[in-house]
Nanobody
Framework: VHLTEFGGGLVRSGGSLKLSCVNS????????MVWVRRPPGKEREFVAA????????RYAASVEGRFTISRINAENTLNLEMTNLNSDDTDLYYC??????????????????WGQGVQVTVSS
């Protein structure tokens, strides 16, 4: 497994951004995946999770209705579409993969592999 995130950058408040995560080390089939973010000086916090088939998703309350997680198994890609961004969304965003389960979870210790992170900055 080798996860790499793409798509971060600077966006104005109210704008949109799409993050992608690609596993260049193998397939993401049959594996649940997650997006998390890390505020400066704080622990990682759950953002969104998706099961292996993409049929069950979970969101943190702070992003529900604004963010959409999806996956393209054939391309080993996980996406996060973010809309109506605000300054509270400024963080490092990471994708994660659960090597042992197909079921989505917000319990971060379940996830075994992580990308290196991508910065999202929302300007007011």
């Amino acid at each position: 497994v080798h996860l790499t995130e793409f798509g971060g950058g600077l966006v104005r408040s109210g704008g949109s951004l799409k993050l992608s995560c690609v596993n260049s080390g193998g397939s993401i089939r049959n594996k649940a995946m997650v997006w998390v973010r890390r505020p400066p000086g704080k622990e990682r916090e759950f953002v969104a999770a998706i099961n292996s088939e993409g049929s069950l998703v979970r969101y943190a309350a702070s992003v529900e209705g604004r963010f959409t997680i999806s996956r393209i198994n054939a391309e080993n890609t996980l996406n996060l579409e973010m809309t109506n961004l605000n300054s509270d969304d400024t963080d490092l965003y990471y994708c994660g993969l659960d090597a042992d389960s197909q079921w989505s979870s917000s319990y971060l210790p379940n996830y075994d592999y992580w990308g290196q992170g991508v910065q999202v900055t929302v300007s007011s």
